[in-house]
C-alpha cells in the first residue's frame, strides 16, 4: 500500500473537525456520536495503515530539491501513531461526561478532534520540514483549548503557551533549516542523513537550536512553564494533549532529530551532547521539587510531566541504543500512567468542584474507583515492580550506567533523586484520601459514592490494566522498539 494513503488518516479527523464549526447539531447527543464516529473511523483507517503501508515516503510538494513535504511511515512513526491512535477514542468516552454541560462543546470538540489529525501527521512525517509543519499545527490546533474557558486564567495561560511554543518555533526552524540543506536524500534515514558538510562546532550549535527548538513542547527547563500553566484547560485536554500527545511530540521531535537527521555517532561526546544531558537531569529533579510543594493537584501533576519528559529526554540524549529503547519505552509507559492520573484527577474537580491537595482529605470513601485507580498508577510512576513505569525506569537506569560518561552519572544520581521525590508528590494524595488527617476528613459526612458514570469509569479501568499488563508482559512492546534501535 502506497505511503501517500498516510494523508487519508490525517485528513479525516482535520476535515471533519474543520466541518464541524458549521454543523448544526441538534443535541449534545448527535455531536458526541459525530465525534466518536470520526474518531473511530480514524483509528481504524490508521491501523490499517500500520499494517498496510510499505515503501519509501511519498512526496506531497516540492519548493526545491530536498525541501519537501513527505509522508511516510517507520517502526518509531507506528510505534506512536498506534499508541496515539487507540488512546483518543477511549479519552473521549471521558470527555463526553466531563463537558456534558459546557455551552461551547462544538468548537471544544472541533480543535480536540483536529489536534487528532495533527498529531497523526507529525508520526508520519517523511523529514524534518513536514515534521516541524505538524509540529506548528499542533501548537495552532491545542491553543484554543487551552483558552477554552475564556476567563482570565486561561486567556493568561494561552498567551503564555503561544509565547513559548511559537517563539522557540524560531530555533526549531533554523535547526531544519540547517539539517535540511546538508541532508542527502532529503528524508529521515536512522543513523543520520547528513552528507559531512555539517560539522564541528555548526553540528553542535545547529543540534542545541533544534534539541530547544522542538523541545519547548518536552517543556525542557528554562521553557517549562506553559505546561503547569495550561493546566487551567478542561482535564480532558490536560489528559491526553499535555500528557501524551503534545508533549510527547516534542520528545518524538527530539528523536527525530538526533537518530534520523543528524545521526548520534557524529554528536556522542560532544558538548552539545553534554549540555543537552545537564539540562534534562536539572529537569528532571527540579521540576519534581517544585510537584513535591505545589498544592494544586492538577499542577503538581503537570510538574510531575515536566519532570517525567526529561526522563525521556535523558535516555534520548544518551545516543545509545539502550538509551533508545528506555527512554522510547518511558514515552510508552508514561503516557497511560499519567493519563490515568490527570483523568482521576479530573473526575475528583469535576465532581466536588474542589482542586487542592487538602480538598482530597478522605476522598476516596467518596470516589473509591477513581482512588484505587489513581493509587496503582501513582505506584506505577514511582516504579513499583510489576507495573509498567518500573520497566522503563529499569532500563533507564542500566542504559545510564552502561554509557559510563560524567555527564550519564549526573543523570542516574538525578534519577535516583526524583524517584524519591516522586513517591512524595505521588502517593501524599492517596494517604490523604485514604488516611485524612484527624479532624480534617472532608468527606465524613458523605452518603454515597459518586464515580462519575460509565463513560468515566470504562477508560480509567482500560488504562489501569494497560499499566498492569505491560508491567507483567512487557516483552513484545520492548521487542519492537529494540527493533527501531536496528534501523528497522
Known sequence: ????????????????????????????????TY????????????????????????????????????????????LYAGMVS???????????????????????????????????GACFSGNMLTLFFFFEMLSFSTLPLVAHYQDHESMYAARGYAAYLFGCATLGLAAVVAVTLCSQTGRFVYGGDLNGSLSGICLQIVFLLGFFGFGVKAAVFPIHKWLP?????????????????????????????????????????????????????????????????ERHVKRRLAYSTVSNL????????????????????????????????????????????????????????????????YTISALSL???????????????????????????????????????????YGLSVSIRAYFPPKGADRFINADRSDEGGWRMIVPLTIFTACQIVFGLFPGPILKFIEQITQGM
Open 1 to 32: 500500500m502506497n505511503s501517500l494513503y498516510l494523508l487519508i488518516a490525517i485528513l479525516i479527523p482535520t476535515v471533519c473537525g474543520l466541518a464541524m464549526l458549521r454543523i448544526p447539531f441538534r443535541s449534545s447527543h448527535s455531536l458526541h
Open 35 to 78: 465525534v466518536e464516529s470520526v474518531a473511530v473511523v480514524t483509528t481504524i483507517v490508521v491501523w490499517i495503515m500500520l499494517f498496510g503501508v510499505s515503501g519509501k515516503p511519498v512526496i506531497l510538494y516540492e519548493f526545491m530539491p530536498h525541501f519537501s513535504l513527505q509522508l511516510g511511515l517507520d517502526h518509531l512513526g507506528r
Open 86 to 120: 487507540l488512546m483518543w477514542p477511549i479519552v473521549l468516552l471521558y470527555t463526553f461526561s466531563y463537558m456534558e454541560h459546557d455551552s461551547r462543546q462544538r468548537s471544544f470538540f472541533a480543535f480536540y478532534i483536529m489536534t487528532y489529525g495533527a498529531t497523526l
Open 229 to 293: 500553566a495550561a493546566s487551567v484547560a478542561p482535564a480532558p485536554v490536560t489528559a491526553l494533549l499535555h500528557a501524551v500527545a503534545v508533549v510527547n511530540t516534542g520528545v518524538f521531535s527530539v528523536i527525530r532529530l538526533t537518530y534520523y537527521a543528524i545521526g548520534p555517532d557524529v554528536l556522542r561526546g560532544g558538548w552539545a551532547q553534554t549540555v543537552g544531558l545537564l539540562f534534562a537531569s536539572f529537569t528532571l529533579v527540579y521540576a519534581a521539587v517544585i510537584a513535591v510543594r
Open 310 to 373: 526529561s526522563y525521556m529526554l535523558f535516555g534520548v540524549l544518551l545516543m545509545t541504543p539502550q538509551g533508545l529503547v528506555a527512554g522510547t519505552a518511558h514515552l510508552v509507559f508514561h503516557s497511560m500512567t499519567k493519563i490515568t492520573l490527570f483523568l482521576c484527577i479530573g473526575s475528583f474537580m469535576h465532581h466536588t468542584e474542589k482542586e487542592y491537595l487538602s480538598d482530597i482529605n478522605g476522598a476516596a470513601r467518596h470516589m473509591p474507583l477513581t482512588f484505587a485507580f
Open 382 to 424: 514511582l516504579g513499583v515492580p510489576l507495573l509498567c513505569v518500573f520497566v522503563s525506569k529499569w532500563r533507564l537506569l542500566l542504559a545510564g550506567a552502561e554509557a559510563g560518561t560524567i555527564p550519564a552519572y549526573i543523570g542516574l544520581f538525578a534519577l535516583i533523586i526524583s524517584a524519591f521525590l516522586c513517591a512524595i
